[in-house]
């Protein structure tokens, strides 16, 4: 007579399954171990070869002397608030240009045509042009025209980054939007969607999500660049570095600017780090290695 297996025999694939598990924590200490072993002998090679070093003593009083640190950071954490406030105001802009410049560049509609050509040339020119060229051409060029008066450097400098940066994140969400599959745009006209309800609605959330990691390493980037603001004598992080630079002659408050936008940047890195090893577990979810 037949009969249902006893319910010992349904363990056997559980205990696999455990020593699977156990196998693969076995793994990850001894990767941890070896990790740390190398960052450890990598930090003792960096230290013998600076303390062995002939002019090290004269680079670290000139470069990280504590006291010139601590009088630094006061003025230098003022003027990064200035690079806060530009930054805050840049991604504003830099997303409401970059998207209108996206959807132009995706557009088929012959009448655009002309838009179409200019986003395009905006475009190849803004990414080929190098930042500190594009902010002295906008920081003097724009004033020297005497159409508005005096404007402060801040604002000048925010136009200029605004213009490059539009460029580059116009691009990574032309790249979104093209990876959508046209079943969706051609659903949504199918349920009487206009053009621009189906781009607001279906086609840039979808687009967004899938360019979301490049969107995020632009910000990063951007957080960077809006230091460079500082050669339109905006008083930012690093122009008030090189003040207290003048000062004392000494180029530590450099390297607390250093420090102040890597703690800056260094949150939004980590997000864009764990963002992508998330798509990267969903696209992987199911298939095994």
């Given at each position: 007579?037949?009969r249902?297996?006893p319910?010992?025999d349904?363990?056997?694939s559980?205990?696999?399954?455990?020593?699977r598990?156990?196998?693969?924590?076995?793994?990850?200490?001894?990767?941890?171990?070896?990790?740390?072993?190398?960052?450890?002998?990598?930090?003792?090679?960096?230290?013998?070869?600076?303390?062995?070093?002939?002019?090290?003593?004269?680079?670290?009083?000139?470069?990280?002397?504590?006291?010139?640190?601590?009088?630094?950071?006061?003025?230098?954490?003022?003027?990064?608030?200035?690079?806060?406030?530009?930054?805050?105001?840049?991604?504003?802009?830099?997303?409401?240009f970059?998207?209108?410049?996206?959807?132009?560049?995706?557009?088929?509609?012959?009448?655009?045509?002309?838009?179409?050509?200019?986003a395009?040339?905006?475009?190849?020119?803004?990414?080929?042009?190098?930042?500190?060229?594009?902010?002295?051409?906008?920081?003097?060029?724009i004033?020297?025209?005497?159409?508005?008066?005096?404007?402060?450097?801040?604002?000048?400098?925010?136009?200029?980054?605004?213009?490059?940066?539009?460029a580059?994140?116009?691009?990574?969400?032309?790249?979104?939007?093209?990876?959508?599959?046209p079943?969706?745009?051609?659903?949504?006209?199918?349920?009487?969607?206009?053009?621009?309800?189906?781009?607001?609605?279906?086609?840039?959330?979808?687009?967004?999500?899938?360019?979301i990691?490049?969107?995020?390493?632009?910000?990063?980037?951007?957080?960077?660049?809006?230091?460079l603001?500082?050669?339109?004598?905006?008083?930012?992080?690093?122009?008030?570095?090189?003040?207290a630079?003048?000062?004392?002659y000494?180029?530590?408050p450099?390297?607390?600017?250093?420090?102040?936008?890597?703690?800056m940047?260094?949150?939004?890195?980590r997000?864009?780090?764990?963002?992508?090893?998330?798509?990267?577990?969903?696209?992987?979810?199911?298939v095994?290695?």
């Amino acid at each position: 007579m037949g009969r249902n297996k006893p319910p010992e025999d349904f363990g056997e694939s559980s205990s696999i399954e455990l020593e699977r598990i156990k196998y693969r924590r076995g793994q990850r200490v001894k990767s941890t171990l070896v990790s740390c072993a190398s960052l450890v002998v990598f930090a003792f090679v960096i230290y013998v070869l600076l303390s062995h070093s002939e002019g090290w003593d004269r680079v670290r009083i000139t470069f990280f002397s504590g006291r010139h640190f601590v009088d630094a950071l006061p003025g230098v954490f003022t003027g990064l608030l200035t690079n806060i406030k530009i930054l805050f105001y840049a991604v504003i802009g830099v997303a409401i240009f970059g998207t209108l410049i996206a959807v132009v560049r995706t557009t088929n509609s012959a009448v655009l045509f002309p838009l179409r050509l200019f986003a395009a040339g905006y475009t190849d020119i803004m990414r080929g042009t190098p930042m500190i060229i594009v902010l002295y051409l906008v920081g003097f060029g724009i004033p020297g025209l005497r159409l508005f008066g005096r404007i402060d450097a801040s604002l000048l400098g925010t136009v200029a980054i605004i213009m490059v940066y539009s460029a580059y994140v116009s691009e990574v969400l032309r790249a979104g939007i093209e990876a959508v599959h046209p079943s969706q745009r051609l659903a949504a006209r199918s349920l009487g969607l206009s053009h621009s309800q189906t781009m607001r609605m279906i086609i840039l959330p979808q687009a967004v999500r899938k360019v979301i990691p490049a969107l995020m390493n632009d910000f990063v980037s951007m957080q960077k660049d809006v230091g460079l603001v500082s050669v339109l004598g905006a008083i930012d992080a690093v122009r008030s570095a090189q003040i207290a630079v003048a000062k004392t002659y000494n180029f530590t408050p450099y390297i607390v600017a250093g420090v102040l936008f890597i703690a800056m940047s260094l949150p939004c890195i980590r997000v864009t780090d764990w963002y992508t090893k998330k798509l990267q577990k969903r696209e992987q979810m199911g298939v095994a290695v």
